[in-house]
Nanobody, 112 residues
Framework: QVQLAESGGGLVQPGGSLRLSCTAS????????MRWYRQAPGKEREGVAA????????PYPDSVKGRFTISRDNAKNTVYLQMNDLRPEDTAVYYC?????WGQGTQVTVSS
C-alpha cells in the first residue's frame, strides 16, 4: 500500500528556514519521480520541486528558485524539501506527490 507522510511544517518568521520530509512506504522513492506541491488558501495547487528516479532535479519555478532545494535519502526512503529565506507568500499546505498518490500535507506559515 502506497503511503506518503509529510512532516516538518510549522510557524517560522520571514527569512527563516524549514526542512520538510516526505517518508514513503509501499514503494521505493528512488524508482519514481517525486514532487512537492503547495496550496495556499484560495489558490490553485502549485508545483514547487521535482526529483526524477535518476536523481535529476527539475528546474524550480521562479517563485522558489534559489531558495528551495529538493533532495532524497534512499536509505531512509524519504524525500526532503529544504526551504530557506522563507517569505509570507510561501505560506501554504505543502504536499508530497507520486503520480496519483498524495500525502496529507503539512502546514507552513511564514509570519512575524
Amino acid at each position: 500500500q502506497v503511503q506518503l507522510a509529510e512532516s516538518g511544517g510549522g510557524l517560522v518568521q520571514p527569512g527563516g528556514s524549514l526542512r520538510l520530509s516526505c517518508t514513503a512506504s509501499g514503494f521505493t522513492v528512488s524508482t519514481y519521480s517525486m514532487r512537492w506541491y503547495r496550496q495556499a488558501p484560495g489558490k490553485e495547487r502549485e508545483g514547487v520541486a521535482a526529483i526524477g528516479a535518476t536523481g535529476d532535479v527539475a528546474p524550480y519555478p521562479d517563485s522558489v528558485k534559489g531558495r528551495f532545494t529538493i533532495s532524497r535519502d534512499n536509505a531512509k526512503n524519504t524525500v526532503y524539501l529544504q526551504m530557506n529565506d522563507l517569505r509570507p507568500e510561501d505560506t501554504a499546505v505543502y504536499y508530497c506527490n507520486r503520480n496519483t498518490y498524495w500525502g496529507q500535507g503539512t502546514q507552513v506559515t511564514v509570519s512575524s
